[in-house]
């Protein structure tokens, strides 16, 4: 998904004079065209992501579009109350774009995981989350989204889905239909979660913003009432959303992500998966479980 972020900021900046980057030494190398062709509008900030966030919002009240770029953990977590006050207090159009969420940065420890930062940043108003499962995706949901006048993060991930879908900003789509139980999917969870459900009979929802939530398409696809949420984090962070779409509707919730549990082992993303339960076996396992199948 880097290369297509690339790609698909240098593009805009051709055609978008308002729009700027921020970069805060992560991926330098990556927007070297982007600092030669556009050096007024492409900035490296450097190690120093709080007031990165704080230009952007200056940025931004001067009607400019700011995209800001790092790791997740020093994006979101470092940066949180600049977000909070500077961007979604003032309701400012600026885009957060991270990689390395939740563990794609395995062999770096701890310090560089970030499976809590979709919780943090839905616990504030206004703020998007859109969770994009391909690079194709991203493209197509970077452009619906980056101009709308609110603060939009983006959560890119090393890991992709095998097929791109026509996905919509702030809308869900139905991949199949079932009556056990209604499975939702978030971003790259859809490879094992098709992989999982392969000869069970589910519906599966796959969603590629999660705020806006679309509790919509939801409500209308739940015909036994029991609901799996398979997400890329800390497992339960879209409880709150999933419960207050379905309010007046009595539901078996069950939610499959990261254990909120510290993650001291090293390796790779993949080793991680397999220790938090996140394989594809393991879904299977989980929702055969909970369907009683």
């Known amino acids: 998904m880097r290369k297509q972020f690339v790609n698909t900021i240098e593009d805009l900046m051709a055609q978008d004079e308002s729009l700027v980057l921020l970069l805060g030494d992560i991926g330098v190398f990556g927007f070297r ?46 940066c949180f109350e ?29 310090t560089h995981h970030c499976p809590g930062d979709v919780a943090i940043l839905s616990a504030l108003p206004g703020m998007e989350i859109v969770i994009p499962g391909t690079p194709a995706e991203f493209d197509q949901l970077f452009r619906a989204a980056y101009a709308d006048n609110n603060p939009t993060y983006f959560r ?15 809308r869900a789509l139905v991949i199949q239909r079932g009556k056990l139980g209604t499975v939702v999917a978030i971003g790259p969870t859809l490879n094992s979660v098709l992989e ?5 009979d589910v519906t599966i929802l796959y969603y590629t913003t999660i705020s806006p939530f679309d509790g919509d398409t939801l409500r209308k696809n739940c015909p036994s009432e029991k609901v799996v949420v398979v997400e890329p984090f800390y497992e339960g962070t879209l409880a709150h959303e999933v419960m207050f779409a379905m309010k007046g509707r009595a539901i078996m919730l069950n939610s499959i992500g990261v254990p909120r549990q510290f993650l001291t082992s090293y390796g790779h993303a993949k080793d991680h998966d397999i ?15 909970f369907l009683n199948v």
């Open 82 to 110: 600049q977000i909070k006050i500077d961007l979604c207090y003032q309701n400012l159009p600026a885009n957060i774009v991270s990689v390395g969420s939740s563990y794609d940065y395995a062999s770096l420890g701890c």
């Open 196 to 200: 999982a459900a392969h000869e069970l």
């Open 33 to 78: 065209n982007a600092f030669e062709l556009y050096s007024e509008r492409t900035y490296n900030i450097g190690i120093c992501e709080q007031a990165m966030t704080s230009v952007a919002a200056g940025l931004a009240k001067e009607k400019m579009i700011p995209v800001l770029h790092s790791i997740a953990p020093f994006a979101v977590e470092r």
């Open 275 to 289: 220790a938090c339960g996140l394989t594809s076996e393991h879904i299977k396992e989980r929702l055969e479980h």
């Open 156 to 170: 890119l991930s090393e890991q992709s889905n095998q097929q791109s879908y026509d996905v919509e900003f702030s």
